[in-house]
């Protein structure tokens, strides 16, 4: 079982994370504390009256004006969060899940955390008695990350760590060979990690490289075969489109979440295996020189990089959230007996 008070069901509780829609359809999230209050041109609204209220309540503030009261969903967080690199985004991480066969228990892998999008989704699929081991370069995308999980789980799990560095020179010092189940690689040139990952999975497990464009997606394919370690890599990509339902008003959206990103994946060969019926490939030069991919990083094709003025920004604002949430679990009645069982994890 999993620490009620990380659950995101039931009454609410002070420190939980509530989306308010308000008139209009506008939306409110706070952070339950006791005396908090949200102020809007409405009126004012007491955070006192929601606890111990069952989510999907609507209540009143001071003006009269009626507030639907909802926990955010894992999507509804990951799309506000504050973010330090881009997100995995809702869609990709279910398939991510779906693909690699994330399942609860599993040991995962993950390069490189970003905001912490896709491992909130990684850690909710290997529950408590799984890990994740993410790794990520750079120290600020990390504590971005640290803070928002810290945020959305009330909590910063056990079953989850961050190592600073490259994943192709630190992931052999930090499992054993064969050791790991899954591996997601989220970063600019994933090749240059595969033959790392080729000696940390075991026999079966898989690989999972989630890339922007058409160039990365090619490299990693033929790496991927290159090696002789993995089978055929499958590569696809995930568009969702939403549909007006009204009576007999039953149309597409005008508008979509289309190409995101690529996902490619292959398993993990036993040692000295082959595959039957599959063309051997021989070891061979890529076809990709360093200026062809450099032609289609995310600058060059004109996608905005953060600045580390932004970035600082960005991560104040995720420690305060994070911090925020953690006082008011402190601070709420019962906290101190609940303390021991909230160390448990992420939940099930």
């Known amino acids: 079982m999993s620490d009620p008070a990380l659950r995101p069901s039931g009454p609410f509780r002070y420190g939980d994370r509530v989306q308010l829609t308000g008139p209009k359809g506008r939306l409110h999230t706070v952070t339950l504390t006791e005396g908090g209050e949200l102020h809007t041109h409405h009126g004012v609204l007491k955070h006192d009256i929601l606890v111990g209220l069952p989510d999907g309540s609507v209540v009143e503030n001071s003006g009269g004006s009626e507030y639907l009261a909802l926990r955010p969903l894992l999507r509804d967080f990951v799309l506000s969060m504050p ?4 997100i995995v985004y809702p869609k990709d991480a279910a398939q991510i899940i779906a693909q690699a066969d994330i399942f609860p228990g599993a040991v995962v892998v993950e390069a490189g955390v970003g905001s912490g999008a896709l491992s909130l989704s990684l850690l909710r699929a290997v529950g408590r008695d799984g890990r994740l ?15 928002n999980v810290t945020t959305f789980l009330g909590t910063a799990p056990e079953n989850w760590s961050i190592t600073l560095g490259d994943l192709a020179e630190t992931l052999l010092h930090t499992v054993e060979p064969g050791s790991v189940d899954r591996v997601v690689l989220d970063m600019l040139a994933p090749w240059d990690c595969i033959d790392a990952v080729a000696d940390a999975l075991t026999p079966g497990g898989v690989v999972t490289c989630y890339v922007a464009t058409a160039t990365q997606l090619s490299r990693v394919a033929e790496y991927l075969r ?8 499958e590569a696809n990509e995930t568009m969702v489109r939403g549909w007006h339902v009204e009576g007999l008003a039953v149309r597409p959206d005008h508008r979509m ?8 994946s292959a398993r993990r060969l036993a040692p000295g295996a082959m595959p039957p019926d599959v063309r051997k490939r021989a070891v061979r030069k890529t076809a990709y020189g360093d200026e062809d991919v450099e032609l289609w990083t995310p600058g060059a094709v004109g996608d905005r990089q953060i600045t580390d003025k932004n970035l600082r920004k960005r991560l104040r604002d995720a420690e305060r959230a994070a911090a925020g949430v953690l006082r008011a679990r402190d601070a709420a009645p019962g906290a101190d007996a609940d303390e021991d069982a909230a160390a448990a994890g992420a939940g099930d």
């Open 83 to 86: 973010r330090g690199a881009a």
């Open 226 to 233: 290159g090696t002789g370690l993995f089978t055929e890599p």
């Open 133 to 147: 081991l993410s790794f990520e370069r750079r120290e600020e995308f990390a504590d971005v990350a640290r803070a």
């Open 257 to 264: 979440v289309a190409h995101t990103g690529f996902l490619i």
